[in-house]
Structure formats: C-alpha cells, structure tokens
C-alpha cells in the first residue's frame, strides 16, 4: 500500500471550506484514495473515496490530481462538529486492509 | 441496527493477566478486523479476517491471537498482557473484499490499560 503524507495540523474557520490536502506519489494505478476521519477518539468514519475522477457526496469533495501524485478533500462548510483527525489512505478495494498514518488534525473555530 | 459492538468498554488488567476482546456485528458483512490505536497516533491494524474461517496477521500481530467464531464474531485474546498493549482497541467490518469499495464500519473501542 502506498505511503502517504498529511500535515499534522490545520485551522478553519466556520461556515468556510476546510481544504485538506494529501501527497501519495508512490500510489499505484489500481489504488484508491479513502478519506476517514474520527471525531474525539471515537472509531473513524468513512468519508469518501475516489480512484481517477473527482467524486462528491452529501458530506465532503475530492479532488485527485491528473497524475493521481495527491488529492484534496474538500469540506464546503465546515462547522464545529467537523473538527476530528482526518486520514487519507491509499488502498486497493480488494484485500480490505487500510494503513492509517498520522492524519491531520483539523480545529473548525467560531 | 446496533452495527459493531465491542466488549468490555473499559478494562484493567495486571500484567500477565489475559483477556479476550469481543466484537459482533450485525450487518452481515464478510470481513472483520482489529486496530489499536496509541495516544496520538493513527490506528494500526492487528489481525484481519477477510470472511467466515480465515484470519490473517496485520501490522502489529504479535502478542495478540483472534479468533473468527461466525460470521457475526470477532475475538482478540491478549493471552499474557503487558503494559506495551495499553492501548484503544477498535474491532471494524466491512463488505467483501470484492465488493464495490471498502468502507470499513468502526466499533466504539475498548479502552485497555495494563499495569
């Protein structure tokens, strides 16, 4: 599973989006990028996924890159509720396994 | 729905002691697993089972063994704790390996603390 890289910490204010972004350079042509985040040490919750093209669902976008090297999730609104870690994980559908790495540690203030 | 539940919640243990975890879900999912997760850290994967019969070792195996009882259950037994495993254990399923993608569904934890 190919490594990826997350900055450890961001600020957004709320009602503006939250862009979090993520390097994967190493990732693989038949490897997903996954997004999770988890709020205040509960289990992680899924978010979104995407191999090539950009996706959207009721609670995020993202945003991959034409050479697939790095990726966006894109909260449109964030609010307090959203503050959590986020980890974005490079993974192939079968198998099911996730490597979590550090995440990035997003604080949505007033 | 209750979808994943661990148990216990909470739990002390001296070293040496051992204990099992237990994980259950409803959702009819083939594939199980267990993470921990440190202070700080992101989770890191302990065993997996990727359907009814088949276990397999994660990234952090040793000192733990699981033990896949049905579809439904997922134990992890600490057979002669150590402090190093005071940990947030988090037990997750998901769909097939082959199924559409892998969004894995998460349990609330158990925290464990060994002294």
């Known amino acids: 599973d190919a490594k990826t890289t997350q900055p450890t910490s961001m600020d957004c204010a709320e009602g503006r989006a939250a862009n979090l972004p993520c390097n994967h350079s190493t990732i693989s042509g038949n490897e997903y990028v996954y997004w999770y985040r988890q709020i205040h040490s509960q289990g992680p919750q899924y978010i979104i996924h995407?191999?090539?093209n950009n996706e959207t669902n009721e609670m995020a976008s993202l945003i991959i890159t034409e050479d697939r090297k790095s990726s966006t999730l894109i909260l449109p609104h964030a609010t307090l509720r959203d503050t959590a870690v986020y980890y974005c994980?490079?993974?192939?559908?079968?198998?099911?396994?996730?490597?979590f790495g550090q995440g990035t540690e997003l604080s949505v203030k007033p | 729905n209750a979808g994943v539940t661990q148990t216990p919640k909470f739990q002390v243990l001296k070293t040496g002691q051992s204990m099992t975890l237990q994980c259950a879900q409803d959702?009819?999912?083939?594939?199980m697993y267990w993470y921990r997760q440190d202070p700080g850290m992101g989770l890191r994967l302990i065993y997996y089972s990727a359907s009814e019969g088949t276990t397999d070792k994660g990234e952090v195996p040793n000192g733990y063994n699981v033990s896949r009882l049905n579809k439904r259950e997922f134990s992890l037994r600490l057979e002669s704790a150590a402090p190093s495993q005071t940990s947030v254990y988090f037990c997750?399923?998901?769909?097939?390996?082959?199924?559409?993608?892998?969004?894995?569904?998460f349990g609330p934890g158990t925290r464990l603390t060994v002294l």
């Open positions: 995407g191999l090539k």
């Open positions: 959702m009819n999912h083939n594939s």
């Open positions: 994980i490079a993974s192939y559908n079968q198998g099911g396994k996730l490597i």
């Open positions: 997750a399923s998901s769909e097939a390996p082959g199924g559409s993608y892998n969004e894995q569904f």
